[in-house]
């Protein structure tokens, strides 16, 4: 299972949640099509750098 994680230049990270449970991706392959679909839509500032962490179960 696999996440992704906003990080600001300052340091801050931000994760998504929708319907107020976190977003996860069973493969790394959705997770890296979630993040291609939100910097196609502009969802979030430029200064975001989004990564996709591996999550520990």
């Known amino acids: 299972m696999y996440k992704v994680v906003g990080i600001v230049k300052a340091?801050?990270?931000v994760e998504f949640f929708q319907?107020?449970?976190e977003l996860v991706f069973p493969t790394y392959e959705e997770a890296?099509?979630?993040i291609e679909e939100t910097k196609?839509?502009?969802m979030l500032p430029?200064?975001?750098q989004l990564v996709i962490e591996k999550i520990k179960t």
Request: no cysteine; glycine share 6%; hydrophobic share 20%.
């Open 32 to 34: 890296v099509d979630f």
């Open 19 to 21: 319907q107020n449970k």
């Open 11 to 13: 340091g801050i990270e």
């Open 40 to 42: 196609r839509k502009k």
């Open 46 to 48: 430029e200064n975001y």
